[in-house]
């Protein structure tokens, strides 16, 4: 079978390319001091970062939690590898994730529109939509992989193209479990429900389903086998879907409730806020609605190549909608971009200066951000990932404070940008605790081993770490913790980002026993 691949105009091409590359710059100059000194890695991706640099050392999923399947940890572990830990890793990978985003809405966006304004997707997206996820986790690159997928079926549901998109969603689920499934769902429901010239079979269609939804499970399988065989199949379940169903939804962030939340004062983010917290659900709804009021006899194919963006679109949104934060919200839009500019093409005329005026919007947003980003205080650090650029003088201080008080390879708990940093290691199986059922008791008895058990010398804690308003007394499970670390521990120094540096009583700690880079890990297993 041969994958039939997509054949663009010259112009088509060449928008794609220029809109990539407008990304690319946008958001390597917002993570990147002109000309190369990058901005100290931070948000989500640096977990995986730091899961990255624990599998190179040979901590292969054996001595830390995971809920995650290891999609981005794998992808980063090879880049670790090659390049070593370097700080301009997550920043180069966004930057490089947003051009390959742009350039797949672009292309999209070419099978349903005609002239100019194939661009105004990436255009949105570079202005509305990456100032609120500017951060390389497992969400970009399985949106990454959906958009492929809607790209190839877009040009016709061979056999061959029907397996590409499988393998893809297994691709997607390997980076993000969720929304992998509700992909494979929504390009099921495309198979089915498509237009279909007059007797073709039924059981035709049932077929194409079944191969689509054997290739993702299959892909999906293979990425995680060796998982599944080192953790054992019940831990592996407990970890990728027991845990992000039961426990994750614990914390508020993690809820419905973040929906609309760091709706601070008015500011340069406000605008990209709003329009995609609003424009996300409302495009798909307003879509649906065009989709069933449309005449019973037009069989235009445009309509079929809707339908796919619409259904995909709606399954990654639901994928995310139990935990709505700006961040997730961004990740699941390149859909709705595209839904959005068809819609005001659509409308004909009438919507010529609406549709400038959004392109001219999104660039002064998007160059306004560059600006921002070059002109604000910075500081560099000669840390042990390279020299590294700070935008707050009170972290500045805290980092330089750990700089001069830390080793490469030394033992430390504390969480992932720290450990990161500062190339400490951390032989618990967590890298934070809260007070809710997100952080589980045998979690809690785990690190607490771990710590006594290598005389961790020093934890890098937060305030916010121990207490919450919102936590449940009946949910808060490190009581063990909060006395072992009154009872080992003194609080060295405080900083004004609200961490606190402790210190081990009476003992300075020991190296980790990690097996050798170079070696095989015995049985790895998922805690």
Not at 246 to 271: A, D, E, M
Request: include cysteine; glycine fraction near 8%; charge should be positive.
């Amino acid at each position: 079978m041969k994958i039939s691949i997509p054949q663009f105009r010259f112009g088509t091409i060449s928008i794609a390319a220029l809109v990539s590359l407008f990304n690319f710059g946008v958001c390597y100059f917002r993570s990147f001091i002109f000309l190369n000194i990058p901005l100290l890695p931070w948000g989500d991706a640096v977990g995986f970062l730091n899961n990255g640099t624990r599998i190179v050392a040979g901590r292969l999923y054996r001595d830390y939690f995971a809920f995650i399947p290891p999609g981005t940890e794998l992808t980063y572990a090879l880049l670790i590898k090659g390049f070593g830990a370097r700080s301009w890793i997550p920043n180069l990978m966004i930057a490089c994730l947003a051009a390959a985003t742009a350039l797949l809405m672009t292309l999209i966006a070419a099978q349903l529109m005609r002239g100019p304004v194939i661009a105004l997707p990436g255009l949105l997206l570079a202005g509305f939509v990456m100032p609120g996820s500017l951060d390389a986790t497992h969400h970009w690159f399985s949106t990454i992989a959906i958009m492929a997928a809607v790209l190839l079926l877009m040009h016709g549901d061979s056999l061959s193209n029907i397996a590409a998109a499988g393998s893809l969603c297994g691709i997607a689920g390997w980076y993000t479990q969720p929304k992998g499934v509700t992909a494979l769902a929504g390009f099921t429901a495309y198979l089915l429900l498509k237009s279909r010239p007059e007797g073709l079979p039924k059981r035709e269609r049932w077929l194409k389903s079944i191969l689509l939804s054997s290739l993702a499970f299959a892909v999906f399988a293979a990425g995680n086998w060796y998982f599944i065989r080192a953790a054992g199949l019940n831990r592996w379940l407990f970890c990728l879907v027991v845990f992000p169903l039961r426990y994750y939804p614990s914390v508020h962030l993690n809820s419905w409730q973040v929906y609309g939340s760091g709706f601070g004062k008015f500011g340069l983010s406000t605008i990209p806020f709003v329009f995609v917290h609003l424009a996300v659900p409302l495009v798909y709804g307003i879509c649906v609605l065009v989709m069933l009021r449309r005449p019973a006899k037009d069989s235009n194919q445009a309509w079929d190549k809707v339908l796919l963006l619409s259904l995909v679109g709606i399954a990654m949104f639901l994928a995310v909608a139990s935990s709505p934060s700006w961040k997730r919200l961004a990740t699941v839009s390149p859909p709705a971009m595209i839904l959005l500019t068809w819609l005001l093409d659509r409308a004909g005329r009438a919507m010529v200066i609406v549709k400038i005026g959004l392109g001219a919007a999104a660039m002064a947003l998007a160059l306004g951000g560059v600006v921002r980003s070059q002109t604000r205080w910075t500081a560099s650090l000669d840390l042990p990932i390279g020299r590294t650029a700070l935008i707050d003088p009170a972290r500045y201080e805290e980092y330089r404070y750990a700089l001069g008080h830390t080793y490469r390879g030394q033992l430390m708990f504390g969480t992932p940008p720290v450990l990161f940093a500062l190339q400490v290691q951390n032989p618990a199986p967590i890298d934070v605790f809260v007070p809710f059922e997100y952080t589980r008791p045998e979690q809690v008895s785990g690190t607490i081993q771990a710590l006594e058990k290598n005389k961790v010398p020093l934890l890098m804690l937060n305030r916010e770490m121990f207490t919450d308003p919102d936590a449940d007394p009946a949910s808060d499970h490190l009581g063990p913790i909060r006395d072992y670390l009154a009872r080992n521990y003194r609080r060295a120094s405080t900083f004004q980002t609200g961490d606190e540096l402790w210190e081990r009583i009476g003992g300075t700690g020991r190296r980790a026993e990690y097996p050798s880079s170079s070696r095989r890990p015995s049985r790895p297993r998922i805690p």
